[in-house]
């Protein structure tokens, strides 16, 4: 549909609502669910707002795809995790990578320990289609030295992922023990909570 200019004498009908208006704005859904029932057949160029995942996305005459990087999966953590082994699971999130499109992975967190002298490395990893796979490190974060008791210090990174074959995929953060023997948490709590999410960036 053409861009349409308004001038004097233009007959307000029906159908040119439906092809002016409908057709070329962007229209608030709750869900894709929603969004469906709404509309049965689509036009290329439709752009509609989902709610539930605070996600715009546009209509490219096949499918409905995303618009401008948008978060496909992970989560809010307000509790601690304590390191029980050399390696602990401190995050995770399952998301289904797309062919040809950039991902990249974000985590922001911090960790406390019971002793002076511990130190952790802060891990990527990811698995094709199940758990996360402790052997397959995608990126490393410096250690992160404890200087005392129950120091808190914050630690984050973020990784464009396009080597990562399409298909489901499951991502996780590590705490990997490089020194000292204390315990460890992985620490969290109302106030400050753990971020980690996985974006889907574009192509």
Not at 72 to 101: C, H, K, P, Q, Y
Request: charged residues 15%; hydrophobic residues 40%; glycine residues 10%.
């Amino acid at each position: 549909m053409p861009y349409t200019t308004v001038v004097a004498g233009t007959a307000i009908t029906a159908s040119w609502g439906n092809a002016n208006v409908r057709d070329q704005v962007v229209t608030p859904f709750a869900s894709a669910a929603a969004r469906t029932a709404a509309i049965g057949t689509p036009v290329e160029g439709m752009v509609a707002w989902l709610s539930d995942v605070d996600r715009l996305e546009a209509y490219d005459n096949t499918s409905w795809v995303p618009v401008g990087p948008h978060r496909v999966g992970g989560s809010v953590r307000t509790s601690d995790v304590t390191m029980t082994t050399t390696e602990t699971l401190a995050d995770s999130a399952t998301v289904t990578i797309v062919a040809g499109r950039r991902y990249e992975v974000l985590w922001s967190g911090s960790y406390n320990s019971s002793a002076a002298g511990d130190s952790i490395d802060i891990r990527l990893r990811y698995a094709a289609g199940g758990s996360v796979a402790n052997t397959d490190t995608l990126i490393k974060a410096l250690p992160l030295a404890e200087p005392a008791a129950n120091h808190n210090l914050d630690g984050s990174f973020s990784f464009e992922c396009t080597g990562i074959a399409a298909g489901q995929t499951t991502f996780g953060v590590f705490a990997v023990r490089i020194a000292g023997s204390g315990t460890v948490h992985m620490y969290a709590s109302a106030i400050y909570n753990v971020h980690f999410f996985v974006k889907d960036i574009g192509t």
